[in-house]
């Protein structure tokens, strides 16, 4: 059964950091697409960044936020700085075998985490 559990959210100020961790069980990790997505109260879910093949990342998050994973620990990472409390939403981590596919498309994800909450205040 595939877990995927993530940790590091919270509150912290407008310009301030945050790093998210997203730990996967019961896959091949290193042959996975993994994927953050966010989704903000009252809005729809929205790509934030993902790494497999390729990188990529949302245009609203490019030159603060980083993804980066460790394949030895099944662990993908997304370390976010200069936030904004536009970046205030919950965080999702996801997992996709389809990795030739677009990323920020959130459909082509097998698997998804719980959330964890981030709130940027101004």
């Known amino acids: 059964q595939v877990q995927l559990v993530e940790s590091g959210g919270g509150l912290v100020q407008a310009g301030g950091s945050l790093r998210l961790s997203c730990a996967a069980s019961g896959l091949t990790f290193s042959t996975y697409a993994m994927g953050w997505f966010r989704q903000a109260p009252g809005k729809g879910r929205e790509f934030v960044a993902a790494?497999?093949?390729?990188?990529r990342y949302a245009g609203s998050v490019k030159g603060r936020f980083t993804i980066s994973r460790d394949n030895a620990k099944n662990t993908v990472y997304l370390q976010m700085d200069s936030l904004k409390p536009e970046d205030t939403a919950v965080y999702y981590c996801?997992?996709?075998?389809?990795?030739?596919?677009?990323?920020?498309?959130?459909?082509?994800?097998?698997?998804w985490g719980q959330g964890t909450q981030v709130t940027v205040s101004s």
């Open positions: 790494s497999g093949r390729y990188t």
């Open positions: 996801a997992a996709t075998s389809w990795t030739y596919r677009d990323y920020s498309n959130s459909f082509i994800y097998d698997h």
